[in-house]
């Protein structure tokens, strides 16, 4: 009876061990999950200070402040393009002149739309090049020494323009190429194949070619050949034609000695004779005999012994501008059992490639200007041919140009293979502004980072349960135990936060600002502390990547030109401003910051060490002299994040872009946004309507780690105010 009551006595006690284990387990739970969600905590919290203020005006607040809400007190702007270049694009076909009256309605103002031109609708799917070829021979077989007539049609039956045509065609060894000739285009002869260089074929048009061959001495056997002309198109498109033809062989006549018949009966009489005296005994038995035996032809393996011809290229550079070279590098070869016959390798380039060098291996070399062939006869099995070609683009170029470079191997008499590159011809190009993919947050956290503060929390938790237990046991040491694990679970939870890197994020966007340059016209004119109607501005450096240059390259202060004018103020009017746009606010993406100006070369803007500034581009108009005036942005930057565009796809029609002059503030209506390619200039050409045009890269491509388009917001001026100094904007 005693025992039961001792384990009844132990059973309280057990109970409360047990349920200090289960509280400890759980603990460390908790605490082992605390560094991971503050992870989360922080990503979260990066998207909401991006997106809102600290200790200033909320988003909404901003918006509101700068929403015009009486359009009546805009002021018209007299625009002064004289010295700009109007486009070709959807403008109003009247402008105001500085005699015009300068009083429209504040209706008209506000709400009067854009007159634009409505484009031509497209015709999808018919406008297109329809290439054809034909081929006829006559006659439809010939011996050596004769020939044969080749009439070949080339033309278009489409609706479009098929461009850079080429018409190639080879024969066999045994047929030699006597005469071609073409009603359009250059001819280029060999002595077993001719190229026929046309052009471009419009619509409708044929081209007619007549090539006589005629059949050498080389011919061994009659031969059933399968003639193939190719028509190569488009710079990477090609269709064929065929017609078969026959080159006989006759084998010259041979003389047969007849005997007399005196010496034929003489000879028959002695044969006869000689047979029966010298007629041996039959050999019978086993004995062996030498006798011989048919030999036994070697197998025949079919399929296998066939040529299996190659030919692959390689350019380098992809893309270049003109006066620029690429260098393609194409490698024919056999890699059958047989030998392929009369291989020929043929490329052709548009016009605004100039062929400059081409060198093989083996063969002989036509070079044309913007095409060239290489003969290169029989290739034996496993035989490789390198072929190198260095090409220029030249002044004909007027756009950026993507090009499928389309190479040719014909082998074998009808037979041919290709391959292809693609390389791009850049004319002009907007600048590329970004660094990072859109993402870049998803890539920060590294949990490796937090193996410390777990290891930490761990511990402190493993020494919290011990001492429970110790506590629970009434053992010695227990609350030194639980102090010792406390302190453990302090230090690996603020290792994880520290790890996370919230505290330093949460440091950088209270204690960072962007403001403008400490020194200059900006800090002159305007303070640089927050007031209430200045914008909160978060750089993009506050959420700062590992990824930093070392050391970073910063934005040169390129000198800016002096536009050229040719109007003269009238009698009381004001003279045009032409100082240079200083600062930008977009207050619905909370934009507040420096721009800079950055010169043209030609090809593109000088923007290497744009950072969190915006580049006012040059070459294009100033804010004071109406037409266009482009701005490009970062929409990420290395080792800060984001740029200062990063959410101009955010911007919706009618609200508010501010830009500053040194002189005056210029206020623009968002009208409306579209993605376009990066060789897309007309963005930046001169407009009879004062806008500015926003740039910034969009569409991410993972693979080339850039961004393939640009993201382009238009606005429209609608009020122009002066600056005085020590007011605040």
């Not at 270049?320 to 393609?328: D, G, I, P």
């Given at each position: 009876?005693?025992?039961?009551?001792?384990?009844?006595?132990?059973?309280?006690?057990?109970?409360?061990?047990?349920?200090?284990?289960?509280?400890?387990?759980?603990?460390?739970?908790?605490?082992?999950?605390?560094?991971?969600?503050?992870?989360?905590?922080?990503?979260?919290?990066?998207?909401?200070?991006?997106?809102?203020?600290?200790?200033?005006?909320?988003?909404?607040?901003?918006?509101?402040?700068?929403?015009?809400?009486?359009?009546?007190?805009?002021?018209?702007?007299?625009?002064?393009?004289?010295?700009?270049?109007?486009?070709?694009?959807?403008?109003?076909?009247?402008?105001?002149?500085?005699?015009?009256?300068?009083?429209?309605?504040?209706?008209?103002?506000?709400?009067?739309?854009?007159?634009?031109?409505?484009?031509?609708?497209?015709?999808?799917?018919?406008?297109?090049?329809?290439?054809?070829?034909?081929?006829?021979?006559?006659?439809?077989?010939?011996?050596v020494n004769e020939s044969f007539t080749f009439t070949i049609e080339a033309g278009n039956k489409g609706y479009a323009i098929s461009q850079n045509n080429f018409v190639f065609d080879s024969f066999p060894t045994f047929i030699d190429v006597q005469t071609v000739t073409t009603s359009r285009g250059t001819i280029t002869k060999e002595t077993h194949s001719f190229l026929v260089t046309i052009g471009d074929i419009v619509p409708n048009e044929k081209i007619t070619i007549i090539a006589v061959v005629k059949v050498n001495s080389t011919l061994t056997r009659t031969e059933i050949i399968s003639n193939i002309v190719t028509l190569l198109y488009d710079f990477s498109k090609s269709i064929t034609a065929s017609v078969n033809y026959t080159a006989v062989y006759e084998p010259p006549p041979t003389e047969t000695p007849t005997p007399s018949p005196t010496s034929t009966a003489t000879e028959t009489g002695t044969a006869t004779k000689t047979a029966t005296s010298t007629a041996s005994p039959t050999v019978t038995g086993t004995q062996p005999t030498n006798t011989s035996t048919p030999s036994t032809p070697s197998p025949t393996i079919t399929g296998t012994i066939t040529p299996v011809?190659?030919?692959?290229?390689?350019?380098?550079?992809?893309?270049?501008?003109?006066?620029?070279?690429?260098?393609?590098?194409?490698?024919?070869?056999?890699?059958?059992?047989?030998?392929?016959q009369n291989n020929i390798v043929f490329d052709s380039f548009p016009t605004y490639i100039d062929v400059s060098t081409v060198t093989t291996s083996r063969g002989t070399i036509t070079k044309l200007t913007h095409s060239f062939v290489v003969t290169i006869g029989d290739m034996v099995p496993n035989e490789k041919v390198t072929i190198i070609a260095t090409v220029k683009v030249n002044s004909s170029l007027t756009k950026n140009e993507v090009t499928s470079n389309l190479v040719t191997l014909a082998y074998d008499y009808s037979k041919s293979i290709t391959a292809s590159v693609n390389y791009t011809a850049v004319y002009q190009a907007l600048p590329h502004t970004g660094e990072l993919p859109l993402n870049w947050r998803d890539t920060r956290l590294k949990p490796v980072a937090l193996i410390p503060g777990i290891m930490l929390l761990g511990l402190g938790v493993g020494l919290l349960v011990i001492g429970i237990w110790l506590k629970v046991s009434n053992k010695r040491d227990s609350y030194a135990m639980i102090?010792?694990?406390?302190?453990?679970?302090?230090?690996?939870?603020?290792?994880?936060?520290?790890?996370?890197?919230?505290?330093?994020?949460?440091?950088?966007?209270?204690?960072?600002?962007?403001?403008?340059?400490?020194?200059?016209?900006?800090?002159?004119?305007?303070?640089?502390?927050?007031?209430?109607?200045?914008?909160?501005?978060?750089?993009?450096?506050?959420?700062?990547?590992?990824?930093?240059?070392?050391?970073?390259?910063?934005?040169?202060?390129?000198?800016?030109?002096?536009?050229?004018i040719t109007i003269t103020p009238q009698p009381g009017e004001a003279e045009s401003d032409i100082s240079p746009v200083v600062r930008i606010v977009i207050p619905g993406i909370s934009l507040d910051t420096e721009v800079k100006y950055v010169p043209y070369d030609g090809y593109t803007w000088l923007i290497n060490g744009l950072r969190q500034e915006v580049a006012w581009m040059g070459n294009t108009s100033w804010p004071g002299l109406g037409g266009n005036t482009a701005l490009a942005g970062h929409v990420t930057v290395t080792g800060l994040g984001d740029g200062p565009f990063r959410h101009l796809d955010e911007l919706l029609a009618g609200e508010v872009v501010i830009l500053y002059t040194e002189k005056n503030m210029y206020t623009y209506n968002v009208r409306e946004r579209r993605v376009t390619d990066d060789g897309d200039m007309s963005v930046t050409l001169a407009s009879d309507y004062p806008q500015i045009t926003l740039i910034t890269c969009t569409d991410w491509d993972q693979e080339s780690q850039t961004y393939l388009k640009r993201l382009v917001v238009f606005a429209d001026l609608i009020r122009t105010e002066p600056i005085t100094r020590g007011s605040v904007p």
């Open positions: 009876m005693e025992t039961p009551q001792a384990d009844l006595g132990k059973s309280p006690k057990t109970r409360s061990r047990l349920l200090s284990y289960i509280l400890g387990i759980l603990m460390l739970v908790g605490l082992l999950l605390i560094p991971i969600s503050v992870s989360y905590a922080q990503e979260a919290g990066k998207l909401g200070l991006v997106q809102g203020s600290s200790g200033g005006i909320g988003d909404s607040s901003l918006k509101q402040s700068y929403l015009l809400t009486d359009p009546a007190t805009a002021t018209p702007t007299i625009t002064k393009t004289a010295t700009l270049t109007p486009t070709s694009s959807s403008i109003p076909t009247k402008t105001p002149t500085p005699t015009e009256s300068a009083t429209p309605s504040p209706a008209v103002m506000a709400t009067q739309p854009r007159d634009t031109k409505t484009p031509s609708p497209t015709i999808t799917g018919t406008i297109t090049p329809f290439p054809s070829i034909k081929v006829v021979v006559i006659p439809a077989q010939a011996k011809p190659s030919i692959k290229v390689v350019v380098t550079p992809t893309s270049a501008k003109v006066n620029e070279s690429f260098t393609f590098t194409i490698e024919a070869g056999n890699k059958g059992y047989t030998s392929t102090a010792i694990g406390s302190l453990f679970v302090i230090i690996g939870f603020v290792a994880g936060i520290y790890a996370s890197g919230v505290l330093l994020t949460n440091q950088q966007a209270n204690g960072r600002i962007t403001a403008p340059t400490s020194s200059g016209i900006l800090a002159q004119i305007y303070p640089v502390e927050i007031t209430e109607t200045g914008l909160p501005r978060l750089p993009a450096s506050a959420f700062s990547t590992p990824e930093a240059i070392v050391p970073v390259v910063t934005l040169p202060d390129y000198p800016i030109p002096t536009p050229e």
